[in-house]
């Protein structure tokens, strides 16, 4: 299995553009998790989806923020209009029943 | 809520034991432990649930503490291959996991 890919590893961008990063969870897992990563907040928990449904989306920072998961192998975190303080490397982390957690290997975004 | 783990960092000598804590102020369902090297995502380590069992992966284990609503992390004969950033992640009601500020550990030869 090639584990849980994420899509770009890097993204360099201007405040005000779209952001989209992409997940392919690992095939058989029913659960998908998007975490942010700074050395300020640490690893935070964005969004979680249970068979493609969103269960909790508290941590979603606010409404520039969107995630969609439009089949059981995609998921996608959507940032429109990005900002500087949006810098960080976002985690997409898939399970089978919430359990253990298989990461990504994370795409760091810049916004300039 | 984020859990609260403590220290945020050691550093240790090659052999040496230490501890990482992790305290809730919510009822848990399990805790996991997991591992990020520097520049790489988190690595799973183990996931202890109720009934406050220990277990082991190497020569780290941990317990929970149901009741308390803590767990603990022993690092125990430490090797430079442990170094890294330790996060203990709390599950509450729905398959909710948080995760800890992290505890840095550095392992010197």
């Known amino acids: 299995d090639a584990g849980v890919i994420q899509s770009p590893r890097h993204e360099v961008t201007e405040m005000g553009q779209e952001v989209t990063l992409r997940c392919k969870p690992i095939?058989?897992?029913?659960?998908l998790f998007w975490y942010r990563q700074t050395m300020m907040r640490g690893l935070e928990l964005l969004i979680y989806?249970?068979?493609?449904?969103?269960?909790?989306d508290s941590g979603m920072p606010e409404d520039r923020f969107s995630a969609k998961m439009p089949n059981a192998s995609f998921s996608t975190l959507k940032i429109q209009p990005s900002e500087p303080r949006d810098s960080a490397v976002y985690f997409c982390?898939?399970?089978?029943?919430?359990?253990?957690?298989?990461f990504g290997a994370g795409s760091r975004l810049t916004v300039l | 809520q984020q859990p609260v783990q403590s220290p945020q960092a050691v550093i240790l000598r090659e052999g040496e034991d230490a501890v990482i804590n992790c305290s809730s102020s919510?009822?848990?369902?399990?805790v996991h432990w997991y591992r990020q090297k520097h520049g790489e995502a988190p690595v799973f380590l183990m996931i202890?649930?109720?009934?406050?069992e220990q277990k082991g992966h190497e020569k780290i284990s941990a317990s929970f503490n149901e009741k308390k609503q803590q767990s603990s992390l022993y690092l125990t004969a430490s090797q430079l291959s442990y170094s890294g950033t330790y996060f203990c992640?709390?599950?509450?009601?729905?398959?909710?996991?948080?995760f800890g500020g992290g505890t840095r550990v550095l392992v010197k030869p």
């Open positions: 992640g709390t599950e509450t009601a729905g398959n909710k996991l948080t």
């Open positions: 919510k009822a848990l369902y399990s």
């Open positions: 989806f249970n068979n493609n449904v969103p269960i909790d």
């Open positions: 095939s058989g897992h029913n659960s």
């Open positions: 982390a898939s399970s089978f029943r919430a359990n253990v957690l298989t």
């Open positions: 202890l649930l109720k009934g406050g």
